[in-house]
Nanobody, 124 residues
Framework: QVQLVESGGGLVQAGGSLRLSCAAS????????MGWFRQAPGKEREFVATISWSGGATVLADSVKGRFTISRDKAKNTMYLLMNSLQTQDTTVYYC?????????????????WGKGIQVTVSS
């Protein structure tokens, strides 16, 4: 079992930066690939980024490549999403997620555990 808690969201101006954190608890964190998804009201939850259990492999959605970076600190049981050059279309709720296997994945159905989500608002 893995419990996930997001932090670091908030309000930022377009072009600014935020770093989201996801604190994980549970014995399986070190062997879990993890990811970030986001969901706007009335829309489907969409993939943002994923990272393997070791941190050695990452995948980013095309919409955030070159702007967002995913990383993890296994000693702190924490995953991060550094978001640079934020745009108004990045405004939405971001969810931390983890899966019970080692490797990256981009489908919603590949993940087993979810945080409650955190709001990110980018103003123009």
């Amino acid at each position: 079992q893995v419990q996930l808690v997001e932090s670091g969201g908030g309000l930022v101006q377009a072009g600014g930066s935020l770093r989201l954190s996801c604190a994980a608890s549970g014995r399986t964190f070190s062997s879990s690939a993890m990811g970030w998804f986001r969901q706007a009201p009335g829309k489907e939850r969409e993939f943002v980024a994923t990272i393997s259990w070791s941190g050695g492999a990452t995948v980013l959605a095309d919409s955030v490549k070159g702007r967002f970076t995913i990383s993890r600190d296994k000693a702190k049981n924490t995953m991060y999403l550094l978001m640079n050059s934020l745009q108004t279309q990045d405004t939405t709720v971001y969810y931390c997620t983890a899966r019970s296997t080692l490797y990256t994945a981009a489908r919603l159905s590949d993940y087993d555990y979810w945080g409650k989500g955190i709001q990110v608002t980018v103003s123009s």
